[in-house]
């Protein structure tokens, strides 16, 4: 489980900064050419530290 918390951590991080460089726009409703919100950037790295905490949490 600590493996998956920690590959979980890792997709969001980079998620969030190929979203946040504006290179995938899966994001939002209208594709790449709608402006990017911040708000996702901090959801998935909220995501990847919350994955983290998770794995740290593992015996």
Known sequence: MKA???LLAV????L???YGLG???FL???GAGHAH???HLVVLW???LLCLI????QK
């Open 16 to 18: 969030g900064i190929l």
């Open 23 to 25: 290179k995938i726009g």
């Open 37 to 39: 919100h911040v708000t």
């Open 46 to 48: 909220i995501l990847a």
């Open 28 to 30: 939002t409703a209208s």
């Open 4 to 6: 998956l918390a920690l």
């Open 54 to 57: 998770w794995a740290r949490f």
């Open 11 to 14: 997709i969001f991080f980079v």
